[in-house]
Structures are given as C-alpha cells and as structure tokens.
C-alpha cells in the first residue's frame, strides 16, 4: 500500500531509541483489512480464452479466481496475526550517515536452551520476511539429534521488508545491509557469529542472498567467523588471474580426475549443467518490469490481486517441486501487501543498477562452507507443475540454476566444508530445510577446530540480552506507535471511502471454483506452521481497545 505503516519515530517514550531491544507484536488495524477485502471484491480479472492453451506465457486465472475467493471468504488474518506473535519478534534501532532518522530492524531472536551453542545469523531468501521462516526456528535451536550443534538464531528482516524500515534513497544497501545485520549481532551480545544464506544466492534476484553474505564475510572477519554460502555464483579460474587454479582445473576437467578438490560428481554436473541451462539463472529485472520499480509499486500498492499473482508467479519460478496451500499463498502476499511492495522493489532495483564490489578486508580468504547442487533429476523429487517451464525460462531467466562448482571456490575463499546435494535448490527453506542446517552444522564444527573465538558458551542460557527493554511496540497501519500500557488508538492515516463512494463489487464468488479450505487442498509436502517457541522474557503486551 502507498502509506506507511507507522509514523517515522520521534524522540520521546514512542521512539525505539539507539541501544534498545524492544520486544514486537503485530496489530494490523481493521481498517486496513477492510479496505483489503473491499478491493479484492472489486477486483477486474484479466480475459482469458479457455482453449487453446497459450504456448508463450502463464495463464494463471483458473488458480487465481480460487484463491481470491479463499482470500475473501476463509483466510483469517488475526489467526495468523496470533501464529506470528507466537514467536519472538524484536526490533531497535541504528543511526546510519545517510539517513536523519534511526533505521529500525525487525527481526526474530531466539536463544537455544541447549548447552555448548554458537550465535547464528539467518539471512531470509530475498524478498522473504523472518516471519516466513518461523518454521525454522525449532530445526536450529532444539535439533532432534542430540549430537547435531544448536544454535541461538537471530532471522533479520531486510531493510524495507515486513516491518523493517526501508533505507534512504541512494544508500548502498548491500554494504549498507551487512553493517546493520553485523550491528545486530553485536547489539544482541553476539562479538563472534556464523552467518547463512537461506536460499540459492545465484538464483535470488540479482543474487542479493549471495551478497549480502558475501560482504559479511569478506568485510567483518572479526566478527563473522564464518558464512555458509548456498549455491554462490562461482566462477572458473581464469589464467591472467590465477594462472595455477587455472591449470589445476584444466588438467582435472581435460583427464576427468577427482584431484586437486575436483570430484568425479562436480564434472558430471558441470556437463549435464551445459547441456540444460540457459544463458542466465539470475532472474533478470527487464522480466518483472522493476528497472524502473516505481511505475510496478503504484500498481502492485493498489491492488492486492495484482500483488497476489506477482508472489504466485515468483513462487511457481522458484519452487516448482513445491505446492503450497493457500494460506501459506495468501501469508506470502498478506506480508508484502501490509507494509507495501515497494521498497523490495527498490532496493533489488537498486542492487542490479549500482553493484558493489566487496574488496577484501584483511589479506587472508575468508572462511566460508559450500552447499552445491548436482541437479542429477533422477535422484530429485518430481514436480507436478512442469508444464510451460520453456515459457519460465524465457521470462526470469533460466529454469535450472547454474552449477557452483566448490573448486573454483577457491580462490576466493578459505573453503572448510563442502556439502554436494542432489537435485535443484528451489526454495530450500520450506523444500529442504534440513539442507540449510547440515550446511550450517558442517561450518560450525569446521570454524570450532581452527579459531576459539567462537568457543560456545558451556552453561545453556535462556536470558535475552540486558539491553533488551521492557514495553512492546505494536505494529498498526496508520496509527501512531504505541507506548507501553493501554491506549485507545489515533485516527487511522488510511481511512477507506464512506460506502457511499465506494463502487460495488464487480466480481462475484463462482462456486465451481470455490476453495473449501486450505486442509481439503491437496499439497505435496506443505511447509509447517511456526511453532510457538518458548520465549524468554515475555514481551508487555499492549491491549488494543479499538481499532
């Protein structure tokens, strides 16, 4: 939508002040809802010829009619609300030099009860929120195997995602980004942390995932002592850089030879990868008409429908082995709708027009794992929804992702722990979640031999850091922040037109395509739903009188 979601914060007992950790909830405020649902009532569809079936681009109106109806007449957002607010949501402040106001980060932070634990940071697949990965949360910091490494895990929302703030124009954001996510850690009593992407980096759009870990590493050793890197945009030794690499990679490649790092699965890979990618497997921003993002956002602001099709569109790119339910569809749109698509827009608009290059802090690589995918189809689950996937490849750029091959890693990072899988990466976090961990587990113990610093802590700790704060901020659309204690909510910013103004619904519900719930849809293997962790030090909740 085209208002913010709160007011920028101001000095006094509203503000979230440098230093403080409040504890969050959500409060989207009715309103809001109400002019959601008006608008999807009103919705204009597309015309569609039911035959023939077009051959050159997605006619998505058979599933998007029923999921507008499911939107309208099932989907309760305060359920959701209540799932979300189960989980442990943070948010504090940080002065940056190119903004007059503090840039607020929105992130989940949950500490293992665990013994022998290391301080994770979880980068979310762009343009995910944390609260998408709350199913994760359990998998990292109370793992089923007793032997597996648990981790206290800090998930970030990005600048301008969910209910971060967005940054100021013309800011740097990958470096920008880093800086606040490595500020974060420190802030939470986190000197030293391993860092994770949560997806593909070659495939995120214009490989924000890669990055924003890629700088982490490269830029704060000292405090990053190592980053799991998944699918990274690897490139083959060239001999006017590195003329050795290059000649190792040549003799491995000419004879076939598992030498040198290169394994036997690394070259079939690299064969097959060139028979079936196409030029790019970086969705391209002249696809999404986000070259110019502003001109999309006052469409996608307006219209949740257009927003919703935009999410089933990156999803069915993304994670074509996957069928997600409708609720899990609509939480997708629902978080990109409430606080407004564009600054996501912007600031992948921004990453492809002024890419930055990390540079290298200290002389030595940086620690790095590697998960990679061989992409063998006959050992990788089967998708029901192939069809047209020649007319995806035209349009986001590659249906299959290029082969990262962990050899050529070399030369750019310190490479301690390599995981080869089979299949596409897709979207890991909700496909292949135990993927991302055995990643992450396979550095901490790679990182535990060679540097101390990341010692964990002996004594399991349950106690948030001291500077977090009593008094939770409650998020509702158009209405000033809250202080702690009850409050009868101001005037909303966004009122929605009397219902005189408003034309009536043109769009009536079709009982042929109906969606009973999301329990009668066949999925193949939904995501599980955010578990409610314990929580320590439970927040001050704000009771809301009115909305």
Known sequence: MATEMEEPATAGD????????????????????????????????PHELDEPKSTDWWQPKSQVEPLI????????????????????????????????????????HVRSPRANVIPLLLIPPFPFSS????????LFTEPEEENHQPFHLVIPSLPGLSFSDALPTNTAVISSTADLLDSLMKRLGYPFYLA????????????????????????????????????????RPRLQKAPLRWAKWSIANAFKASIWGYRSEDLSALKQNSKNLTPTATPKLEAFGLTEPNTLAYALCDSPTGLLVFVMRGLRRLASQKEFTPTEIINFTQLAWLPGPESA?????????????????????????????????????????????????????????????????????????????????????????????????????AVLKVDKRLKPSEVSEAALPERVVAGAETTTPGEEPHSPG??????????PPKIGERLLPIREISDDTKVASDENIAAKTPSPAPESPTQSGPPTTIAVKGD
Request: include cysteine; hydrophobic fraction near 35%; proline fraction near 7%.
């Open 345 to 445: 827009m912007r600031f992948w608009a921004y990453c492809s027009r002024h890419p930055e290059k990390t540079g290298r802090k200290s002389t030595g690589r940086p620690r790095v794992a590697l998960t990679v995918f061989l992409g063998d189809e006959q050992n990788a689950p089967q998708s029901n929804n192939v069809q047209n996937d020649d007319i995806y490849a035209g349009v986001s750029g590659g249906a299959k992702s290029s082969y990262s091959c962990p050899g050529w890693a070399k030369s750019q990072y310190h490479v301690l722990h390599t995981n080869r899988v089979s299949g596409e990466p897709g979207l890991l976090a909700w496909e292949r979640p135990e993927v991302i961990a055995a990643g992450v587990r396979g550095l901490a113990a």
């Open 486 to 495: 009850p409050s009868e909510p101001q005037p909303g910013l966004l009122a």
């Open 196 to 235: 994770t992407n949560a997806g593909a980096g070659a495939s995120s759009p214009s490989q924000i995932d890669y990055k924003l870990a890629d700088w982490l590493s490269a830029q704060y050793p000292d405090s990053c002592l190592g980053t799991h890197l998944i699918s990274p945009p690897l490139a």
């Open 131 to 138: 609260l998408s990965l709350g199913h994760l949360v359990k």
């Open 69 to 108: 109806d499911f939107w309208l007449e099932q989907y309760q957002w305060r359920e959701q609300e209540e799932v979300f607010n189960g989980l442990p949501q943070f948010r504090t402040a940080f002065t940056i030099p190119q903004s007059e106001s503090p840039i607020r980060i929105h992130f989940i």
């Open 14 to 45: 509203n503000a979230v002040t440098a230093e403080e950790v409040k504890p969050y909830r959500i409060h989207i405020s009715s309103r809001y809802l109400n002019l959601t649902k008006q608008k999807l009532e009103i919705a204009r569809l």
